[in-house]
């Protein structure tokens, strides 16, 4: 029963981050910011997200802006659940370069 409400929590705000990048990133033409996968712990306290960001040659750039409005995207983010949650975890904002692996690996192959 825990599990299947955790999941619904990484859904919801999976859908919600995935959302207020998507409006973030609506003037900077050419980037993308995906939210790949939501970790919360069991007691709610932390989420980690996982982003996917094209192209990945400005991740690290991007990904530095992102922690440094840490505080605004959680501000949003609980603007958008507090109906559906009580407490607003503590977010973590990490890259997920599991594409790229997989384009390194293809590109190994076909060698």
Do not use: C, W
């Amino acid at each position: 029963m825990e599990n299947t409400r955790l999941n619904k929590i990484d859904r919801l705000l999976q859908k919600e981050l995935g959302d207020i990048f998507q409006k973030q990133t609506q003037g900077m033409h050419g980037i993308l910011v995906s939210v790949t996968t939501v970790r919360v712990s069991s007691d709610l306290s932390v989420a980690k997200i996982y982003l996917s960001i094209f192209p990945s040659e400005k991740a690290d750039e991007l990904l530095k802006a992102i922690r440094a409005n840490t505080k605004a995207i959680r501000y949003d983010l609980g603007q958008r659940v507090r109906l559906q949650l009580r407490k607003i975890p503590e977010l973590s904002f990490f890259i997920d370069d599991s594409l790229d692996y997989l384009e390194n690996i293809d590109r190994l192959l076909k060698q």
